[in-house]
């Protein structure tokens, strides 16, 4: 017999008159043994979810290349529950149901994809080259176009669905460097903010601020309608390579210096990380509120208060991670190897 998510949620199931959430492990750990692991990934996420960074699956992305005759995979991005935007140099962005192993795809108008992010539920997909930014719908029909002139280095989307790009761009003779907000109902760009150092990475804070690491190992506070820089939180000593915000607003950042500091909302550095031995190149925050991070080809998860390291584990060279809304973790590898973690 099989049991379905209700009935291991169910205390009066056949199990007897025990705890219903020993119920439910007891019955994971039995269909474990008999690897039955697609059905019991969606229980343990849906009612027990504790990531434990135990591989639920490996999946071979050399099959988006063979199909599709594209050169390399950039980087993978989150879609919904189950769903993978992949993109690469070639002009069709893959989307993969990791659940169903099926592949849908879309073909960007405008040469390589570099980036996929999510804008009010349509995809929004970034060259990788100077060229226009294609916006599609859930029927992934081509719904808008943005012009940007400058090569994108970092993208993310507000949570109310504005969509927002780092770029350089040659202006007379110099380099320019913005930042840009863009309507995600008519393509125009709101708020444009000049930049005079290099971004390296962007995320949005809340409805109306935007964070950004830089080159010089800062950490700015943007004001996203008139511009102004608020605060600037200063404490690495090098390069910030990357950063989130997890469900309290806290910000947590990642450098080249191998440390991975935790910030509150006035600014000041609470907790610094340290285990990894090379550059951080990622930060995802899990639905219960733990910490991953990533450097080369090592994953760590920590409790961000407590700052200890819970877990740590290697696999192939990573090129990007990121978090499913259901709380699976996907690593894309140098080798296009897809693992998929719970």
């Not at 769903?83 to 659940?99: F, M, P, Q, V, Y």
Request: net charge negative.
């Amino acid at each position: 017999m099989e049991y379905n998510s209700e009935q291991l949620a169910d205390p009066n199931s056949e199990l007897g008159d025990v705890d219903p959430i020993y119920k439910r492990k007891q019955c994971i750990k039995k269909y474990l043994l008999k690897n039955i692991y697609d059905q019991l990934v969606r229980i343990i996420v849906e009612y027990d979810y504790d990531f434990c960074g135990k591989l639920y699956k490996t999946i071979d992305a050399n099959d988006v290349l063979q199909s599709i005759t594209c050169g390399i995979i950039f980087s993978i991005h989150a879609l919904d529950d189950y769903k993978i935007a992949i993109c690469t140099s070639g002009n069709i962005l893959r989307i993969l149901d990791i659940e169903k192993n099926e592949y849908t795809s879309i073909s960007h108008k405008h040469g390589g994809i570099y980036r996929a992010v999510i804008s009010n539920r349509n995809i929004v997909t970034i060259p990788s080259g100077v060229g226009t930014i294609d916006v599609y719908d859930q029927n992934n029909n081509c719904i808008m176009q943005i012009s940007e002139k400058g090569l994108i280095f970092c993208t993310t989307c507000m949570l109310d669905g504005r969509i927002v790009t780092y770029a350089q761009y040659n202006n007379h003779h110099h380099q320019k460097k913005c930042m840009t907000i863009w309507n995600p109902n008519n393509g125009r760009a709101e708020t444009v903010i000049e930049i005079y150092s290099t971004i390296e990475c962007i995320t949005a804070l809340n409805n109306r601020l935007l964070v950004t690491g830089d080159s010089l190992g800062n950490i700015k506070i943007w004001d996203s309608v008139n511009g102004e820089c608020k605060r600037t939180l200063a404490g690495h000593k090098y390069i910030v390579t990357c950063i989130a915000v997890d469900s309290a607003g806290l910000i947590i950042s990642g450098s080249m210096d191998e440390t991975i500091k935790i910030w509150n909302h006035d600014g000041h550095c609470i907790n610094t990380l340290k285990g990894h031995n090379e550059t951080i190149r990622d930060i995802l925050v899990l639905p219960n509120g733990i910490i991953l991070s990533q450097s080369r080809n090592v994953l760590k998860i920590w409790d961000p208060l407590k700052g200890e390291c819970l877990s740590s584990w290697e696999i192939d060279e990573i090129i990007n991670c990121i978090v499913l809304k259901n709380g699976l973790v996907a690593c894309l590898s140098k080798n296009n190897k897809i693992y998929i973690y719970y």
